[in-house]
């Protein structure tokens, strides 16, 4: 099974489409360079790979590309708990505003899923 | 054992000295709040917190931060395929020059230890 | 007067409380030790550090965490007129567009204010 | 012409009542420093000029800011395409986050001139 | 008195001089533009804007340009104690390695200007 | 010719020799991936892509990865005014520091090639 798949779970399709009309050849990079070939490496498994993105992406203060490696990080086997720690644990390195600005974008995601009774 | 002595090993005191030559108070909050508070807490193992800790560093872009956790990643159990793997990952999140300049440290700290027989 | 009391002015149970619903443990180290342990530091009024992490959050582009504190140098003292300036003089070291998303920010804070009689 | 003329077209006397609406010295300084001083110095074609303050607001992250320079690239003669190779570019250096949320930003922003027949 | 004397004191010239090598045209904007147009503006004292420069430089980490401006923090009326707590106070925003770099630089600049009695 | 050939000229072994010694699999993807599928693609001509590398290195405040870069735009026959112009324009959206910082590499780099007699 592919890593997109593992990640993106049931809308790995939607996902993808949604790529391409962004722009096909980024697309393609993000999809064959970043997904399958450098995720895919081993040597570091998918879960922990997830957080580190996290952590990147909070130093970036990325928020719509950090919901996707939120969602990812607990497809890919990390708890609630393991992703709490990840972002309180960020605030050591990269402050706490940037740390609170990804909780909330943590908490809202968890309450949608929660809603949606997934 | 305290979270310093396993990441900062024989040079613990060496470090904390240091630390508290440049500023006793800033030298309290790290060695307090980030080590033995946050740096501690339960959820997350020690050796996932060092991997996140270098991703952040490498996000920053503060070599001599850097350093001080890719040693303390080999001091909680990395592997140096692991910090590797790390630093390549990186590359995905924080482009290329972030992730080669952190290599060049991390293949330089190699290089010393090896010299020095550790 | 605790630092949050003076800074959240009437908000701060309702601020406390949204904080603590987002995460307890992160609402704890903010409350705790941001605020009343590093915030409540003499040698610096809670007005320059008020203004100082205006400066930091204009860095990061953080805009929500950046509101915070554009409010809590208004509560702390600071006139109108040195929160323009601080946001203007960030342009010298952090560029235009960052003090312009900034001073966005700060002019619907104003405007909102002034609808609400405040 | 200014230059302020040629990247902001018929929109600039609009683009400039709102800058001055927000900070009449800000605004002051970005047009006269900014566009009519350091934009307009010889050396580096505007075409150029702007796709540089484009790689520049991603690496920002600042979206409303690079919105603005997305515009002035195309109304300084530069074509869809070299736009989103600036983009794709952009992603070796700044990584995949980045270069996405551009791209998001500019294929957004194609995709409204279009419904207005622009 | 220029801006510049008074950050720079005795050494104005030199700086002046090796700023014109490195370019001109920089020079002229950084010396007209950012230190006698912008920082020279009324409505905050230059003692607060050198520990905002302080903030945005630690915030960008760069090292050479930090050290100036704790240079012209101390020379234009900060305390040393004013200067400790503008770095220990960006740990709050920046998070700690950005803080101990910056408090590492200052506390070197402190030695020497000590060894050479100033 | 490969892309590296053309920007690292007559260092392209050596470059390469280092590269790899530094890390075979990053070493990699920054030649296939980097170089000779991303920088070597149709719609952007490469003195502009290395104009672009300098602006993103500038943002990030990487120097040894900047001089790369900055030699590369000289090496696809950027001119030494518009590597300036680069760099000047620079200041605008990331501020003076770290176009000052980028200058001082640039002006050391001309100096050194200039006692080479190239």
Redesign the interface.
């Known amino acids: 099974m592919s890593v997109r798949k593992k990640i993106w779970g049931e809308h790995a399709e939607k996902i993808a489409r949604r790529?391409e009309?962004?722009?096909p050849?980024?697309a393609r990079?993000?999809q064959d360079?970043?997904y399958e070939e450098?995720?895919a490496?081993p040597?570091?498994d998918l879960k922990?790979?997830e957080?580190?993105?996290v952590?990147?992406?909070?130093?970036?203060?990325?928020p719509?590309?950090l919901k996707t490696h939120l969602r990812g990080a607990l497809a890919s086997g990390a708890t609630e708990?393991?992703v709490?720690?990840?972002?309180?644990?960020?605030?050591?390195?990269?402050?706490?505003?940037?740390?609170?600005?990804a909780?909330?974008v943590f908490?809202e995601l968890l309450a949608r899923s929660d809603e949606s009774g997934a």
Request: no cysteine; aromatic share 8%; charged share 25%.
């Open positions: 790529l009309a962004i722009d050849d980024l990079y993000i360079f970043a450098v995720m490496r040597g570091l922990t790979r957080l580190l993105a952590t990147a992406l909070i130093a970036l203060g990325n719509d590309e708990r393991e709490r720690e990840t972002i309180i644990h960020s605030a050591l390195y990269l402050g706490f505003p940037r740390a609170l600005g909780m909330k908490s």
